[in-house]
């Protein structure tokens, strides 16, 4: 059952800016929502995948012939069997290529690396066949940690971003500084934990495959399938009617999803491949880990002279992703100065990749303790320090922002969270049982990227719409919003409008991705519907038997179903009349919509907001608990508000979770990630979770795209971090700076 | 999938004749053996299904006092159990702050007794551990190790029992009693787990076949109810295991002490029942500076076993906290979040040195 096929649910209103339930919601709570793992055609096969034991070296031997002994074992894939594929994996594909891993060699370059696919008539089969593999191996000392790593000088970071961007004279703002203040900070490995693993279900026809799988970026990934599989793009479907996560981790192609495809195609029968919890921990990325040093000076009244922020980015032996940690200085306080930069350090891990708010999530935690520490090196309130050092231009470039309400987000943050009543020392707060309490804030920031996106509007016969678009909800909420903006463009009601998404045979929706997903899908929805509202007008004011004939220079509006001229709304038509009279059954509208690059070259573009964060801290016991967490966000026109909240609430949490929780521990001596599994990496349960509040300013931006939607899905974690870590220090007088904050480091720092 | 054959006894005596044969385990809530088949750590030849034997699910309160807890009551059932709550509160306290409410479902009372190590190195088969393989040796001793032992530990081995039911048990002085090849007996609880040893891999007194049938607790413990407390030191509020724990009981007489109870979690290889630190208590008033004694009397031999040395730091505090909360008195209801040091709403206000800023 599709989404669109729910009854109407609770909301107030018809569109865009209502706070409409999820249409996807009643499947997910009974269960009816299938994803990936969920399908099983007929004569499936289930693919196990061994994992390499070691982080570095070669795989000696492997007892294949045991596994096929075992009963029910079909196939056992090793880069001896391999059959080629028609792109080399080294290679990175552009846009968003990443070089993977698909048993090219024996090499193991990282612990839980794939070596071997073992496909059965049972899961329990190919589990059981992979495990009696037993693979040997030639070990090499694995380089875990900012010593043994090997040091570069990356030629770019992230996603091709130059590594290095300086702005103005940073030592002469140094040398002209009242007081300067540096801090090193220090941000662990992290894993996305999406709640659905990796999974795909591949089932080929000739020189055909369908692909159930969660994704990120339907069309990319079709392309880039096809050239791993040598078949033409169009020959590639992707269902991914809904993902259980997915925060940057499947919109990047893998290695294990590619060896089930080849493996299906192989063997010519349906072929299943989930991952375990522990085996997403190595070759579907994670956050890498960062090292950063930040250096501030100010006059003595706390107005910035110079900004440097330096990142040690972590990477894998074999590939370059490095955390854009230090671009998070370029958009927020105003410098006369400021440098950028970044060095790599490759280790033996997995590559990393973008995880939800890459570079801004770790780059913030750092640069908000930073500012924090200036503010006090300077003597000033926190919040009066950064309202000092308000950027009324971007900071790196002077461009104007395209719309930014960060005033009215500290404003209404602090004003709802009580901020004025803090105490500027630290130690200075107990509450009614003795436990310390500190009060600390941090500036969220992301920007606003624009994808190029595709869509389909018909207006059919009896007046409803069928809208078309290959979109991702990845449980953002993507099935609501954007049949709320085409509902919007078409003059619709919502429940009219039977919205097909999730699919990559229908027009590209770009990526879910960069907080980007609402603006780009949403645009080429709204110019869809737009289409077609302009081709059904075309059709009535030509139309000597329609009331609307000859409106053609006055206009006309679109609403409720009908068309109004805009001079006498008396005067209108409902679409299912227009349509029937002209004989048509129905008229199609379509977009291929992209931002107007100018914008972009002309404007700095992003979405603000202040977090405030309160802590209570057992001064014998260094326990920290998050008790009170006010957010207020300006991020353009809000479709859903309710939505919208949620996606704050998730950001503030995933806050809470890299300041006190999130770690993936790794052995220093074998490079093998200890805590693989949801028991002992830690993400925040509810009762780690205080009431949360997400204000939502509001912000009219008519610059960022034609519809004024910036992002919401990751500045939620940005300012959090560093609320939290300030808030520590408030409570306690300890600067911590390496996250996340434990016990011991409340106990012992000072 | 590895074969193993599954047996489902239909009594104690069928049960024991059938784990009696080497490479047999018993399941019974399963929430700790699937987990270890799961991960390969356990590959047992012989699965022998006791959750269904009858009558090991009762609570029986005895006449002389004591009650006794079946091998199969499931955990939430007897934290739930009203009287029990009532007569031993720690304990109560204790079993609702472990796992998850699904796992404290499905758990059971004996099952939760020999629950394995949480050690990451015992779990990762791709390393060296001397409980999976005599011998091996100990790759925790020089890895990530901030969560192990302090206590009772040596180089063979330096991983924590990850109980919080068996410290109030502990300190209680339960009783074990058995099911074995040559029939009944008792063990009392401090004997049942085995402290790391050179010479063999044995984490628990049990032999071949031994099947836990149930447990007493011994009419004195009932003397503690109105001064008990669990407390669970973890980073996160809830389903996770502790960094430290103490259960601490008094029995007052008046403002003195007539007896105490104290044992430590998640200190060594199995619950840390501290003799001199009651003994310690015995006569005296309640302050503060008793508690720090005990503390300290209880903590003598501890030391780091590698980057834990915080560990004895916290555990003398989450003894004095335990102590201190336990002479406030038992809680009318039970916490919200049981055993978190964290107060809801009331706390009295730490005495003493603050430790800091």
Redesign the interface.
């Known amino acids: 059952m599709s989404p669109e096929k729910q009854p109407a649910t609770s909301r107030y209103g018809s569109n865009a800016g209502q706070p409409l339930t999820r249409r996807d919601g009643i499947l997910k709570v009974t269960g009816r929502a299938t994803y990936a793992a969920d399908n099983h055609p007929e004569g499936l096969l289930y693919a196990v995948m061994a994992v390499s034991?070691?982080a570095r070296g070669r795989v000696r031997s492997m007892n294949v012939d045991a596994a096929k002994a075992h009963s029910g074992v079909v196939e056992v894939l090793t880069p001896a069997n391999r059959p080629p594929l028609f792109h080399d994996p080294h290679e990175k594909m552009p846009p968003f290529g990443f070089r993977v891993e698909v048993l090219q060699d024996d090499s193991v370059r990282y612990g839980n690396q794939p070596i071997a696919l073992v496909i059965a008539e049972?899961l329990?089969?190919a589990?059981?066949g992979a495990?009696l593999l037993d693979p040997q191996y030639d070990t090499e000392p694995a380089r875990v940690g900012r010593e043994a790593g090997i040091r570069f000088d990356p030629p770019a970071v992230s996603i091709g971003g130059p590594p290095k961007t300086a702005h103005g004279d940073v030592e002469a703002g140094f040398s002209n500084a009242a007081i300067t203040v540096e801090a090193e900070v220090e941000t662990p490995p992290q894993y996305h934990n999406a709640m659905e693993p990796h999974a795909v279900v591949a089932e080929w026809d000739g020189n055909r495959v369908v692909l159930d799988m969660p994704n990120q970026a339907l069309a990319l990934s079709c392309a880039s399938y096809a050239a791993f599989f040598g078949i033409p793009v169009d020959n590639v479907t992707i269902r991914s009617p809904f993902l259980g996560g997915g925060f940057g981790s499947k919109a990047i192609l893998n290695g294990p999803q590619i060896l089930a495809i080849l493996a299906a195609r192989m063997l010519n029968r349906p072929v299943k491949l989930a991952l375990t919890r522990?085996q997403m921990y190595g070759p579907v990325g994670h956050r890498g880990q960062t090292w950063q040093k930040i250096r501030i000076g100010m006059e003595s009244d706390g107005t910035l002279t110079a900004l440097h922020h330096r990142s040690l980015s972590a990477t894998s032996a074999f590939d370059d992703f490095l955390e854009p940690a230090a671009n998070a200085s370029l958009p927020l306080y105003a410098s006369p100065a400021i440098l950028v930069e970044h060095e790599g350090i490759r280790l033996d891990t997995g590559t990393p990749g973008p995880m939800r708010a890459p570079g801004e999530a770790s780059g913030s935690a750092a640069l908000e303790v930073a500012i924090d520490e200036a503010a006090q090196a300077c003597g000033m309130d926190p919040l009066a320090f950064r309202l000092k050092n308000y950027a009324e231009t971007e900071p790196a470039t002077g461009k104007p922002f395209s719309s930014k309400a960060l005033r009215t987000c500290y404003e209404e943050g602090a004003t709802r969270f009580g901020w004025s009543r803090r105490p500027r020392a630290?130690?200075q707060m107990?509450d009614?049982?003795?436990?310390?309490v500190g009060w600390g804030m941090g500036t969220a920031v992301f920007g606003c990227p624009h994808f190029p996106a595709e869509a389909r509007a018909t207006l059919r016969a009896d007046g409803t719409a069928l809208v078309e678009t290959g979109a991702a909800d990845m449980g953002q909420g993507a099935w609501t919003a954007l049949a709320q903006i085409a509902a919007e463009a078409l003059g619709l009601d919502p429940d009219q409008v039977e919205f097909h998404s999730g699919l990559s045979t229908l027009p590209d929706a770009g990526i879910a991705g960069g907080s980007g997903h609402t603006a780009s899908a949403g645009l080429a929805l709204n110019q869809a519907g737009g289409d077609a509202i302009a081709q059904l007008s075309d059709l009535a004011v030509n139309d000597p038997a329609s009331r609307l004939f000859g409106a053609g220079n006055i206009g006309l509006t679109a609403r409720n179903g009908r068309l109004y001229r805009r001079d006498d709304e008396s005067r209108s038509e409902s679409y299912a009349e227009i349509l029937a009279r002209s004989g048509r059954s129905d008229v199609v509208g379509t977009a291929k919509s992209n931002r107007d690059p100018t914008v972009a070259t002309d404007h700095a573009l992003y979405s603000h907001g202040a977090v405030f964060a309160e802590v209570?801290?057992?001064?014998?016991?260094?326990?920290?608990?998050t008790t009170r967490l006010v957010g207020a966000f300006a991020a353009g026109r809000i479709i859903n508000p309710r939505l919208v909240q949620s996606q704050y609430f998730g950001g503030m949490i995933w806050g809470i979770s890299f300041a006190?929780?999130e770690e993936a521990?790794t052995?220093?001596?074998?490079g093998?990630i200890?805590?693989a599994d949801l028991?002992?990496y830690?993400v925040?349960?509810?009762?780690?979770v205080p009431p949360l509040e997400a204000i939502l300013v509001p912000e009219d931006d008519a610059i960022v795209n034609p519809i004024g939607v910036k992002g919401v899905g990751e500045i939620g974690i940005t300012g959090t971090v560093g609320a939290i870590a300030n808030a520590v220090w408030h409570?306690?007088?300890?600067r911590i700076r390496k996250f996340?904050i434990?016990?011991?480091d409340?106990?012992?720092a000072r | 999938m590895n074969r193993f054959d599954f047996i489902r006894p239909a009594s104690l005596a069928e049960a024991v004749t059938a784990a009696a044969v080497p490479g047999s385990v018993y399941l019974a809530g399963g929430t700790n053996l699937l987990d270890l088949m799961k991960i390969g750590v356990t590959r047992p030849e012989r699965v022998i299904d006791i959750s269904r034997l009858p009558g090991l699910d009762r609570i029986d309160w005895l006449p002389d006092g004591g009650v006794r807890i079946g091998a199969l009551v499931r955990n939430a059932d007897l934290a739930y159990d009203t009287r029990f709550a009532a007569t031993y509160p720690a304990i109560a306290e204790a079993l609702l702050s472990g796992a998850s409410a699904q796992l404290r479902n499905a758990a059971t009372v004996g099952g939760n007794l020999l629950q394995r190590t949480r050690c990451a190195y015992f779990q990762d088969t791709a390393g060296a551990c001397n409980r999976r393989e005599l011998g091996s040796g100990c790759d925790a001793l020089h890895g990530e190790n901030r969560l192990h032992a302090v206590l009772g530990w040596t180089e063979q081995c330096i991983a924590t029992h990850p109980s919080d039911f068996c410290v109030p048990l502990a300190a209680l002085g339960a009783v074990v009693e058995i099911e074995g090849v040559e029939g009944r007996k008792d063990i009392p609880i401090e004997n049942l787990h085995s402290l790391p040893d050179a010479t063999s891999a044995q984490e628990s007194a049990l032999l071949p076949g031994d099947l836990i049938s149930g447990l007493r607790l011994p009419p004195e413990a009932a003397a503690f109810a109105g001064n008990a407390r669990y407390m669970k030191l973890r980073e996160r509020a809830s389903y996770a295991f502790a960094v430290v724990s103490a259960a601490a009981m008094l029995d007052m007489d008046g403002d003195t002490i007539r007896a105490a109870r104290l044992a430590l979690g998640a200190v060594a290889a199995k619950p840390w029942r501290a003799h001199t630190a009651e003994a310690a208590l015995i006569g005296q008033r309640p302050t503060r500076e008793a508690f720090e004694k005990a503390a300290t009397a209880a903590l003598t031999d501890a030391r780091p076993s590698g980057d834990n040395a915080f560990k004895i730091t916290l555990a003398h505090r989450i003894l004095v906290r335990a102590l201190t909360l336990a002479h406030e008195g038992t809680p009318k209801v039970m916490p919200a979040l049981p055993a978190s040091p964290f107060p809801e709403q009331h706390l009295p206000a730490p005495k003493g040195d603050l430790h800091v800023a």
């Open positions: 034991r070691i049972t329990e089969a589990t059981e495990a522990a630290a130690g107990r009614e049982n003795g436990l310390l209570k801290i057992d001064p014998d016991l260094g326990q920290i608990r006190l929780h521990i052995d220093k001596r074998t093998r200890m805590n028991a002992e830690h925040p349960v509810n009762a780690d409570a306690t007088g300890s996340p434990r016990i011991e409340v106990l012992s």
